[in-house]
């Protein structure tokens, strides 16, 4: 029988539009091929949104979101909005989105593709194999923890303060997404903290222990976050599936992104207990390329990838997307933030092609 899924997409601005369309492109391709039928609905988000409601994040948009079985967003931002107020700015329309969705979950793989591994900065030998996914608490922990702001005291200094906070069922619900994904990978969990300083991270810590006799075929480990960085740029390749909390997480992410070298190529998912997962890639929207056909479409076209796994339980789609990937890359299609000496320069629209070529 043919399965059904509604998806809501938000090409947002810059670069969003084009990439989109080639992911769209490669999912109605599969659809085909594994008798998925897809129904997209378009909605608005970002400066594209402000543009033509005066809002980043109208509530016809949260609606739409909420109503489908996933959400593929491209990305949102550009300068012609950097100097608007804060609440009116793309990025408040992409936080109310993941606050809309209590998407409290962001996963975020960081695999070194082979055909691609002198893009990293690192030696081929550190970094050849890493397959990294962190999984980051999103909507917890010091950037959201009360109270905030900055006061004056009683001698009429001025003290900034934040607050790192974590109630057991915040830790638990991340744990337990953590310990599920590292069963779907090789059951490595690594949860990071920094237990020797911080009291949240010793209850954090406890958590997770307590958590791992739910997960049996699971082996946890810890580090405090300090180690972590350093292990991250030492020896990658230890690392499995990670956890960790929202502002460990947030620096953590980006340098195992960063391992590739090569950030159209990231995917990420943002994921909530009962509300449609969001799929997006890890890069912006590049308003210094936008509408030039130089666009990398990859990281979108691997987020869908992802949403097909992680939202629909269709493995079997999402591997042969990934697949089709790599058979361009070892044809040598190139776009330019990916290309070396040797290789095929093309555009958007061509290495689009090239994939649903290869499906
Ligand atoms: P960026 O990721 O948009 O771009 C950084 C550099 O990488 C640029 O040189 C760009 O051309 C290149 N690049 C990024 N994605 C690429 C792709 N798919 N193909 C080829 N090259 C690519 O980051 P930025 O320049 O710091 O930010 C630009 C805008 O994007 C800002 O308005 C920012 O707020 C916004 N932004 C949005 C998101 C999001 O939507 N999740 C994330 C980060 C930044």
Not at 95 to 103: I, K, T, V
Not at 235 to 243: G, L, S
Request: with cysteine; aromatic share 6%; hydrophobic share 40%.
């Amino acid at each position: 029988m043919t399965q059904q899924y509604r998806i809501t997409l938000l090409p947002g601005d810059g670069i969003g539009p084009e990439i989109m369309a080639i992911a769209v492109r490669v999912l109605e391709t599969i659809g085909e091929k594994f008798d998925l039928k897809f129904e997209f609905q378009e909605a608005l988000i970002g400066g594209s949104a402000i543009d033509a409601t005066g809002e980043p994040l109208p509530a016809a948009t949260l609606e739409t979101c909420k109503q489908s079985d996933a959400v593929l967003l491209a990305a949102i931002g550009g300068y012609k909005w950097d100097s608007l107020p804060r609440h009116l700015r793309p990025e408040t329309g992409l936080l109310g989105l993941r606050s809309g969705l209590q998407l409290f979950a962001n996963l975020r793989p960081a695999t070194i593709l082979p055909q691609l591994i002198d893009a990293s900065t690192l030696k081929r030998e550190v970094v050849e194999g890493v397959d990294i996914m962190v999984v980051r608490e999103l909507t917890g922990g010091i950037y959201f923890g009360q109270p905030r702001g900055v006061f004056t005291t009683e001698t009429g200094e001025k003290r900034g303060v934040n607050t790192m906070a974590y109630t057991e069922s915040e830790i638990d619900r991340i744990g337990r997404v953590a310990f599920e994904t590292a069963q779907k990978r090789s059951k490595r969990l690594c949860s990071v903290d920094k237990a020797n300083v911080l009291e949240v991270s010793q209850f954090w810590r406890d958590r997770m222990i307590a958590l791992s006799a739910e997960y049996p075929d699971v082996e946890l480990s810890h580090l405090y976050v300090d180690n972590a960085a350093m292990q991250m740029v030492r020896a990658p390749k230890q690392f499995d599936t990670i956890v960790t909390s929202n502002l460990f997480g947030d620096i953590l992410s980006d340098a195992a992104a960063m391992l590739t070298g090569s950030i159209g190529m990231l995917p990420s998912a943002s994921l909530g207990a009962s509300n449609p997962g969001v799929y997006e890639p890890v890069h912006g929207s590049a308003p210094d390329i936008a509408g030039q056909d130089k666009a990398n479409p990859l990281a979108q076209v691997l987020s869908a990838a992802m949403m097909l796994r992680y939202s629909f339980n269709q493995s079997e789609a999402a591997t042969y997307i990934e697949q089709a990937v790599l058979k361009v890359l070892d044809q040598g299609y190139r776009t330019g933030d990916i290309f070396s000496e040797g290789k095929t320069l093309v555009g958007c629209q061509a290495i689009g092609d090239a994939i649903v070529a290869a499906l």
